[in-house]
C-alpha cells in the first residue's frame, strides 16, 4: 500500500507547496542545476531533482539571480524527491551538518 504525504503525520515545522523553480548548487564554482522546489517549512525543503546527484551539502537559490540563497543537507533521498534541512551560519562555523570530521576543540593549558 503506497502511503501518501498527509499520512506522514505531524511536522514539526508547517510545509507550504511552493511548486516553482530553484538551482541546486553542487559547490561554490560548480554551475547552478535547475531543480523543482515543491514544498518548504521553516527548518527545510523538499526538492524534485530528477536523476540528479546532489552532494551531502549544497546550495539552493531561491531565485535565478541568487539574491535568495540558502545552505542545505540533504536529509533523505525517495527517486526524483529529496528532502534537507538549512543549515545556520552558526551550525556552518561550529562544523555541525554534513562534516566527515567532527570539529576538534582546541586544548586549554
Known sequence: MARHRKDLGDRKHHRVEVRRPGFV????????IECFIVDISE???CLDVGALAVPKMFGLAFTSCGTVVRVCVRAWRRGELLGARFVSAKQLRD???GQSEPRRQRATA
Open 43 to 45: 527548518s527545510g525543503v
Open 25 to 32: 548548487i553542487p559547490a561554490p564554482d560548480a554551475p547552478w
Open 95 to 97: 562544523g555541525e551538518p
